[in-house]
């Protein structure tokens, strides 16, 4: 059996989508004859593990962890204990104080690519040890964060092995990359260094179309997408319903992306039919903003909310799965049109309507026209919305719960594995041929 060396910082994994791609990854590369090898920190700066999605990795994969130094300890000693160091929120819409700018111009400016970026030299110095006497075919860095990326240039250039640098997220195509206060001086270093990265891989692998051709055009090397997608094991058996229209959102929930066109809809639609507003249910499966609660509210809508916080994978299927409408808002950023949301492939697996609310042009769009799972509406779409929403509730009436998905089993998680193992053979193969 071939064997393939992953970097990842997400190791036990969190709940995200994006981050489970590589605990899938692992769980079905066996059945295609190839064996994965994880470096991880043993140390990581993680907010949450769901410890299910360990449960589901066969036992031979091999793990080799390392301590990783970050900089967060005096960071919060500087900022408080408090403090976000998390780029999604510090770039976050909103009026910043004094102490945030700074921490967001710090966090920026002196730590590039990101805060990892000191765990680089001691990464390539101890694995080009390791591959002397444990030697692998491939190497895979899968990022953000970014500077797993630097790792895998290095080593590639030392061992001769090929490598695949796994974008989940794009890097300076990132929608919170222009608002990170960055001097010229820096997103210049950002730009040479994921040139680097893009021209030292022997292959690129993107997750959405738009940052496929994005990278593309930034690079002679060859760029392969293998998006994200669902697990067919997550979605066996039956679910019962308990009489309520749940209109469910399930991971996070931020506070630019708060689709206040739907809460309108949905004010005026429990005003006007007493029916729906008793049966109606709005369930929020993970970290929700505080503008996101404070809006349910001013539109009075705020009695019909169920916050079931976070939750693991398996229980945050099940809500899914348990939907009369699956809502799916996106960041209101113009590069957000480029982001395929992880659990938009778990959404159109449940087999449940999905509306999405962002770019009427963007990936997510075609998607949902691809699988006719749903439709994406505009922020002001308030007609559009208004009329899908009225359509889930007089299905929902009838006893008609599931969706109108179709023909997306080619994102099942055991199929992208089968691609993704084409690939890492196409790359054992040149090896082998140089």
Known sequence: MKRVLVITYYWPPTGGSGVQRWVKFSKFLPEYGWQPVIYTPSNPEMQSVDETLIEEIPGSVEVVKRKITEPYGLYRNLFGKGSSTDMKTLTSEGKKSLKGRLSLWLRSNIFIPDPRVWWVRPSVKFLKEYLKEHPVDVIVTTGPPQSLHLIGLRLSRATGLPWISDFRDPWTKMYWFKKMGLTGCSERKHRRLEKKVL??????????????????????????????????????????????????HTGLFPGDGNPEVLWEVLEEKAAADPEFAKALRIRLVGKTDAAVFASLKAHSLDGSVVDRGYLSHPEAVLEQRKASLLILPLRNDSDYAMILPGKLFE?????????????????????????????????????????????????????DLAGTARDYEKYSRRNLTRALAALLESLSGEKRNQ
Do not use: H
């Not at 690129?204 to 998006?227: Q, S």
């Not at 990936?363 to 208004?386: F, H």
């Open 199 to 248: 021209d030292g891989s022997s292959a690129v692998l993107t997750v959405t179309p738009m940052v496929r051709d994005f990278y593309k055009g930034l690079t002679p090397t060859r760029v392969e997408m293998i998006t994200n997608g669902y697990d067919e094991e997550d979605f066996e058996g039956e679910v019962e319903k308990d009489g309520f229209f749940n209109i469910t």
């Open 347 to 399: 959404y159109v697996a449940s087999d449940r309507p999905v509306l999405g609310i962002g770019q009427t042009d963007g990936a997510m769009a075609d998607l949902l026209k691809e699988t006719g799972a749903g439709i994406v509406c505009g922020w002001d779409g308030k007609t559009a919305v208004r009329e899908f929403v009225s359509g889930c509730w007089e299905k929902f009436k009838a006893g």
